[in-house]
């Protein structure tokens, strides 16, 4: 197979490779907006429940110390395995929290290199014109030099020896 053919049938197995490449990272890109939206979501939760969280350790250390004055001994304890249980609910939500963080970071940099990868795929087609471009140019000049080496061998048999020398020098221009 001639270059020039393997390189036009490369192409089109790559522009066809490509057509369908490009329709999945759309959806990639589609998935990890909506990833984005979600996290961020999830982390308005999370904070939401922390403050909460935190309100009722509040609410529960005031009302211990109101016992411990008041002298309740029964509701102080309960009031500790209720500061206890308010104290998990804290480090949990916080920890949730950090975790959806990192997965927003993540998402959102997922995103940027599936925008990246658009924009590389847009660099790909315009690098395949302008090698279409050049191909095309590269034929035409190919086509060229066929006709002046013809002109050059019909001179020759002609003997016009001035005509030779001419095209000759033509051939050896660049």
């Known amino acids: 197979m001639k270059p020039l053919t393997t390189m036009a049938v490369g192409a089109a197995v790559l ?19 909506q990833d984005v939206r979600q996290d ?13 969280d935190r309100r009722e350790l509040a609410g529960d ?9 008041a002298g309740r001994t029964s509701e102080v304890r309960q009031d500790r395995a209720e500061i206890r ?10 920890r949730d929290r950090r975790d959806d963080r990192r997965d927003l970071q993540k998402d959102r940099r997922d995103l940027r290199n599936d925008q990246d990868v658009r924009r ?7 690098d395949r014109r302008e090698l279409q ?6 034929r035409q000049d190919r086509r060229e030099l066929a006709g002046y080496r013809r002109e050059l061998n019909q001179d020759i048999r002609a003997g016009r020896t001035n005509e030779v020398r001419q095209d000759r020098r033509e051939l050896a221009s660049p």
Do not use: F
Request: charged share 50%.
């Open 15 to 33: 522009a066809l490779g490509y057509g369908a490449a490009d329709a999945q990272n759309g959806r990639q890109i589609k998935n990890d907006r």
């Open 40 to 52: 961020r979501r999830e982390l308005h939760r999370d904070n939401r429940d922390v403050r909460q």
């Open 61 to 69: 250390r005031q009302a211990l110390n109101q016992d411990i004055k």
């Open 85 to 94: 249980g308010d104290r998990r609910e804290v480090r949990e939500d916080v």
């Open 120 to 126: 590389d795929k847009q660099d790909v087609r315009q």
């Open 133 to 138: 471009r050049d191909n095309r140019d590269v």
